[in-house]
């Protein structure tokens, strides 16, 4: 059964660092596109990275310098490095996949439970 789970949330301050995981089973990871995603109270899902099958990456404008995307494939795993973060960053990040990468919700056909994200002094 397909299965993502995501990890690493939790509380930074601001300019501080987090790595976020997803954990991919019931399929192999390297045959599909992964991207992130996050949703802060009140707002659209938004689109933030994503990976192609063949490691071509794509940021949002929003997090373009901060953020990095990045896949083991020999862990099954897609990480979300995030620096340099913004109180505006607070959000649950949700990691999907599916057949192609976008910045846009439509490919993805599985997606993780989530994690929260909350960047505050």
């Known amino acids: 059964q397909e299965h993502l789970v995501e990890s690493g949330g939790g509380l930074v301050q601001p300019g501080g660092s987090l790595r976020l995981s997803c954990a991919v089973s019931?399929?192999?990871?390297?045959?599909?596109?992964v991207g992130w995603f996050r949703q802060a109270p009140g707002k659209e899902r938004e689109g933030l990275a994503c990976?192609?099958?063949?490691?071509?990456?794509y940021y949002a404008d929003s997090v373009k310098g901060r953020f990095t995307i990045s896949r083991d494939n020999a862990k099954d795993t897609v990480y979300l490095q995030m620096n340099s973060l913004k109180p505006e960053d607070t959000a649950v990040y949700y990691c999907?996949?599916?057949?192609?990468?976008?910045?846009?919700?439509?490919?993805?056909?599985?997606w993780g439970q989530g994690t929260q994200v909350t960047v505050s002094s």
């Open positions: 999907a996949t599916g057949p192609y990468a976008s910045l846009l919700r439509h490919p993805y056909m599985y």
């Open positions: 990976i192609t099958r063949d490691d071509r990456t």
């Open positions: 019931g399929f192999t990871s390297d045959y599909y596109a």
